[in-house]
C-alpha cells in the first residue's frame, strides 16, 4: 500500500450529482488538507449539503470519485469509511443519558465495556462534559447537546469529522461562544473537520480554507481573507460580506469594500472621488454604515469606526458628502 499521509486527507475528482432534472452538484473537484477546518459554504440548494453527503456516504455520485486518504470510496458504504458525521439536528437518544448516547456506536461495534467506558470519559473531557455524563439530554442546554454530540462523533475516532450546519440550531449569542469551542477543539485534536454552513460570518470566523459554492458548482476556494479582499467572482462578491459593484474602465465590474471608502466634507485628494448624499445611516456600534445616493442614481455603501472620541454621529442623513478611494482599493471581477 502507498503512504499516503502525505497526500490530501479528501480529494474530489469531477463528481457531479443529479436529482432529475436538477443537478445538485455540477462537476466540483476539490482537496481538503489533513489537519484543516474546511467550510462548504453557500446557499440553500447550492449543492454544500449533497457534497458532504457523498463524502459520508450516503449519496453515490453519478460521475467522478471520491477518494479518502488515497482510497476511492466507490462502492464502501458510510460504516466503513474513516469519517464520522454530526447532524444539525444531534439526533440524541432521550432515554439514554449521556455516556450512554456518547458510548452507542462502540456498543453496536462489540468493543468491551472497559473499552467503551474509557473512551466515552475521553471524549466528554475533551468536549469538557466529564461531570454531565449520567444526564439525560432533556437536562442539557442546546450548547451541551451539540456538545454530546460532538463527543459521540469523536470517540469513533475517525480520521474525518463531517459537520452539517454544526451550529443553526443554537441561539446567536450561544452560536459565537461555540465558535471557538470548536475551532479550539479541532486544533487541539489535529483532527479535519468539514463544514458545510450558509452562514458567511461562521464559515469566515471557523475555516482555515473554504470553497464558496453556487448551483452546483464552486465559485471560489481560498482562506477568508483570500475570499474577502480578491473575490473572483461578482457572486462570491456579493455573498461575502457587502461589496459596492462598480463598472470598470475597459469593460467588467470592480468590486469595492464599503470600509475601502472614505467620508469628507471637501473633494479629498484621492485617485477617485464623487460626491453624494447620505441617504441612511444603520448604527452598528464599533461602526455605521451609511447609504449616499451618487448623482448617477447609484447608491454606494460606505462603513466608517466609530470612535470613542466622536460619540455624536458627524454625518448627518440627508448631508452632502465627498466620497473618496485609492486606485487599488477595488477588486477587478473576471464575471
Known amino acids: 500500500m502507498n503512504d ?25 473537484s476539490l482537496d481538503v488538507h489533513r489537519g484543516e477546518l474546511f467550510a462548504l459554504l453557500g446557499g440553500s440548494g447550492c449543492g454544500k449539503t449533497t457534497l458532504l453527503r457523498m463524502i459520508a456516504g450516503f449519496e453515490t455520485p453519478d460521475s467522478g470519485r471520491v477518494l479518502i486518504d488515497g482510497q476511492d470510496m466507490a462502492g464502501v458504504p458510510p460504516h466503513r469509511r474513516p469519517v464520522n458525521m454530526m447532524f444539525q439536528s444531534y439526533a440524541l437518544f432521550p432515554h439514554m443519558d449521556v455516556a450512554g448516547n456518547v458510548g452507542y456506536g462502540l456498543r453496536r461495534e462489540g ?8 473512551r466515552v470519559g475521553e471524549a466528554l473531557e475533551q468536549v469538557r462534559l466529564g461531570d454531565h455524563a449520567r444526564r439525560k439530554p432533556s437536562q442539557l442546554s442546546g450548547g451541551q447537546r451539540q456538545r454530546v454530540a460532538l463527543a459521540r462523533a469523536l470517540v469513533k475516532r475517525p480520521k474525518l469529522l463531517l459537520l452539517d450546519e454544526p451550529l443553526a440550531a443554537l441561539d446567536r449569542k450561544l452560536r459565537e461562544g461555540t465558535r471557538f469551542e470548536l475551532v479550539r477543539l479541532q486544533a487541539e485534536l489535529g483532527l479535519t473537520f468539514i ?20 448551483k452546483g458548482r464552486i465559485e471560489q476556494i481560498g482562506d477568508p481573507h483570500e475570499i474577502y479582499e480578491h473575490p473572483r467572482t461578482r457572486f462570491v462578491a456579493d455573498f461575502i460580506g457587502i461589496a459596492n459593484i462598480l463598472p470598470a474602465d ?3 465590474w470592480l468590486a469595492l469594500r464599503p470600509e475601502k471608502i472614505g467620508l469628507f466634507a471637501a473633494r479629498p485628494d484621492t485617485q477617485h472621488a464623487e460626491q453624494g448624499r447620505i441617504v441612511d445611516i444603520a ?44 486606485a487599488d482599493a477595488g477588486q477587478r471581477l473576471e464575471e
Open 4 to 28: 499516503t499521509s502525505a497526500g490530501p486527507i479528501v480529494s474530489i475528482e469531477g463528481v457531479a450529482k443529479r436529482f432529475g432534472a436538477i443537478a445538485a452538484v455540477d462537476g466540483v
Open 111 to 118: 468493543l468491551p465495556a472497559a473499552e467503551i467506558g474509557r
Open 195 to 214: 463544514m458545510v454552513t450558509h452562514d458567511q460570518e461562521e464559515a469566515m470566523s471557523m475555516a482555515s480554507r473554504l470553497a464558496v459554492m453556487d
Open 250 to 252: 475597459g469593460g467588467g
Open 283 to 326: 448604527y452598528e456600534g464599533n461602526r455605521s454604515l451609511y447609504r449616499v445616493a451618487m448623482g448617477d442614481g447609484s447608491v454606494l455603501m460606505v462603513s466608517t469606526a466609530n470612535v470613542a472620541r466622536h460619540p455624536r454621529e458627524p454625518w448627518p442623513r440627508g448631508h452632502e458628502v465627498w466620497l473618496g478611494w485609492a
